[in-house]
Nanobody, 115 residues
Framework: QVQLVESGGGLVQAAGSLRLSCAAS?????????MCWYRQAPGKQRELVAD???????RYADSVKGRFTISRDNTRNTLYLQMNNLKTEDTARYYC????????WGQGTQVTVSS
């Protein structure tokens, strides 16, 4: 079993920044080929925000491209999401998981952007 614990969310004003972390336990992070950040706002489907492979190839949703940066530290079993120039539409609960979403979901971390 792999436990995923997200942290770093909070309330921030538009154009501000936050750095999210996802700590994984129960397995070596390097065994997970592709790690992803997802987000879900009330009444909406959970969407893929960004992902990163063990080779550090990255992909981003168009809505966050140029503003968010995903990274991973395999020695610490930790995934990161640096979020800059936040917009109100970024308000959501953020989760991490692998590309297949096969690991148990953590509780996520809430990001609220005010205008």
């Amino acid at each position: 079993q792999v436990q995923l614990v997200e942290s770093g969310g909070g309330l921030v004003q538009a154009a501000g920044s936050l750095r999210l972390s996802c700590a994984a336990s129960g397995t070596r992070f390097i065994r997970i080929n592709t790690m992803c950040w997802y987000r879900q706002a009330p009444g909406k489907q959970r969407e893929l925000v960004a992902d990163i492979t063990t080779g550090e190839n990255t992909r981003y949703a168009d809505s966050v491209k140029g503003r968010f940066t995903i990274s991973r530290d395999n020695t610490r079993n930790t995934l990161y999401l640096q979020m800059n120039n936040l917009k109100t539409e970024d308000t959501a609960r953020y989760y991490c998981n692998n590309r297949g979403r096969t690991e148990p979901w953590g509780q996520g971390t809430q990001v609220t952007v005010s205008s």
